[in-house]
Nanobody, 121 residues
Framework: QVQLVESGGDLVQAGGSLRLSCAAS????????MGWYRQAPGKQRELVAG???????NYLDSVKGRFTVSRDYAKNMVYLQMSSLLPKDTAVYYC???????????????WGQGTQVTVSS
């Protein structure tokens, strides 16, 4: 019913910037939360940044001041603006959304396919 499609991953030098985009489509009544996780080789997946329908945001401590998450409510899209990138930011980045598809149903979590971000030194 719901599909998340990410774009924007790339190879970039340390200190550079990237913007990731994620579009949700399908049978969407409302989205309560949209955000970004990442997973580096040999490490567990971690929440990088998220934004809710209340327009509140949260960030992983290590990216505060460097990354900015934003959302286009009308288009069901979420973005992650990444600046001052570091090699430790190298990971597969996944878009996630908590979606309500029906009036009588609860929230369900959907995941994107992931997009590779590689930061070279």
């Amino acid at each position: 019913q719901v599909q998340l499609v990410e774009s924007g991953g790339d190879l970039v030098q340390a200190g550079g910037s990237l913007r990731l985009s994620c579009a949700a489509s399908g049978s969407i009544l409302s989205i309560n939360f949209m955000g970004w996780y990442r997973q580096a080789p040999g490490k567990q997946r971690e929440l990088v940044a998220g934004i809710t329908s209340v327009v509140s945001t949260n960030y992983l401590d290590s990216v505060k001041g460097r990354f900015t998450v934003s959302r286009d409510y009308a288009k069901n899209m979420v973005y992650l603006q990444m600046s001052s990138l570091l090699p430790k930011d190298t990971a597969v980045y996944y878009c996630v959304a908590d979606v309500r598809t029906g009036v009588t149903t609860g929230l369900k979590t959907y995941w994107g396919q992931g997009t590779q971000v590689t930061v070279s030194s």
